[in-house]
């Protein structure tokens, strides 16, 4: 088998089907990258960077794309090291790192296909029956009924754990962000405790930070320090993101200070990156995302330096279908994944692209069966949910304000 042609497919369509995230992000992109080969054989896989910048794809892929023509596609990790070598110079972190994420995701997904095996059998073999996953529910719609409501739904769905974010979302489509200590404390501690009286002691309860993320400002060490002690009581399952990631030592201090269990990692990007936090021990939970930690392989390495300073991994999954089954094989070869994030309500770029591999029960995801990533990028896909230009997000800031 060789690989003939290298390809981007980048698609626009409704975010999910959940109304209480529709409610802030109505549509979403995404970027696919097919690797086409002489037998016939397709292999698809998908960067998260589609969902953020997506008309840097394309050009970025076809940079790489004449280091794969002509090539077997057996030795994935040999031409990834050639793709990462030749973008030494912008690619060791960052955008060019998690757009090569969906090249080489693409080369698994083949592998897989030629050999009629799952992608977690070629990554080192399943090491879970099922794994424990929870409802990323984005927003904390406000006011509490609201929030009540969301919380209802999710579970309704068969979800056993979510997450929701600090500050609030109003019904009007406000924004709520406190930033000093005392206030973002106050806000925080008085959510939780609402929310855990709503779902009880058995369901898992996960709050998102966002990097404490606010047009103005981010939180400082102080701030998320203060909201941490405030929180203690309501056996967050973790806090995600309570800093930004400019500020590693402040993480490292943080997760020394609180038994609150400190989650990060989305954000990052290639060993090189993880290690600057892993061996400051600045995560209890590390979150890697296997269509935007560099590729499937790097995504292994980093959860194998977490498991050796004896730290988890929760994947970070809020990409499309690829990206969603990316991180599901890749959990599932991991021995220290302690739960997987899913979208709830899964929209048309989820279920259309990942069919029937994504399995749910009773609150858990099992093991895909398909060769490859059992993922499906047919033309009437990409036809339904033709590009948007612009649909891509961003954080609002002066000058430049997303709008839907």
């Known amino acids: ?46 960067t998260y960077a589609g969902y953020f910048f997506p008309e840097a794809v394309p050009v970025t892929v076809d940079f790489f794309a004449p280091i794969l023509l002509g090539q077997s596609p057996d030795d994935v990790d040999a031409l990834w090291q050639r793709m990462y070598r030749a973008g030494n110079y912008w690619c060791r972190v960052g955008l060019g790192a998690g757009i090569l994420n969906g090249i080489e995701a693409a080369l698994w997904d083949l592998r897989g296909k030629l050999h009629g095996v799952p992608v977690w059998q070629l990554l080192g073999g399943r090491k ?7 409802a990323s529910g984005g927003p904390s719609n406000y006011p509490k009924d609201q929030l009540a409501a969301k919380l209802d739904f999710y579970l309704s769905l068969g979800f056993t754990g979510v997450k929701i974010a600090t500050g609030s979302r109003e019904k009007e489509g406000g ?6 200590p005392r206030e973002a404390a106050d806000f925080e501690a008085d959510k939780l405790a609402f929310a855990r009286a709503h779902v009880g002691k058995d369901v898992r309860l996960m709050l998102d930070g966002h ?22 009581p309501y056996d967050l399952f973790f806090f995600e993101e309570p800093l930004h990631y400019t500020d590693p030592q402040g993480y490292a201090e943080l997760c020394a200070g609180t038994p609150v269990p400190i989650a990060g990692g989305e954000c990052l990007t290639a ?32 959860a194998a330096m977490m498991a050796g300073r004896g730290r988890k991994i929760a994947t970070h999954a809020a990409g ?25 309500a899964l929209g048309g770029l989820h279920l259309d692209i990942a069919g029937d591999s994504f399995r749910f ?28 230009p612009g649909s891509g997000e961003f954080n609002s800031v002066p000058g430049k304000i997303l709008t839907d």
Not at 175 to 180: D, F, G, K, S, V
Request: proline letters at 7%.
């Open 211 to 232: 990097m404490g993320n606010n047009p103005r400002a981010t939180w400082t060490l102080e701030t998320a320090a203060a909201v941490m002690k405030a929180v203690e």
């Open 1 to 46: 088998m060789k690989i003939t042609d290298v390809r981007t497919v980048l698609l626009t369509g409704p975010y999910s089907r959940d109304p209480y995230i529709l409610s802030a992000r109505p549509r979403r992109s995404a970027a696919f990258i097919e690797i086409h080969t002489d037998v016939g054989i397709v292999g698809v896989g998908e």
């Open 271 to 302: 060993l090189y990156e993880w290690r600057v936090f892993a061996e400051r021990d600045a995560f209890d939970i590390g979150q890697p995302d296997a269509a935007w930690t560099g590729g499937m392989s790097e995504f292994m390495r980093v």
């Open 320 to 344: 499309a279908g690829g990206a969603l089954m990316q991180n599901i094989h890749c959990a599932f070869a991991c021995e220290n994944t302690v739960i997987c994030e899913i979208l709830p």
């Open 128 to 134: 879970h029956d099922r794994l424990p996953c929870y």
């Open 175 to 180: 924004w709520h962000m406190p930033l000093e």
């Open 361 to 388: 029960a009773q609150g858990d995801v099992l093991p895909p069966e398909a060769p490859g990533l059992g993922i499906t990028l047919t033309d009437e896909i990409k036809n339904r949910y033709p590009f948007v």
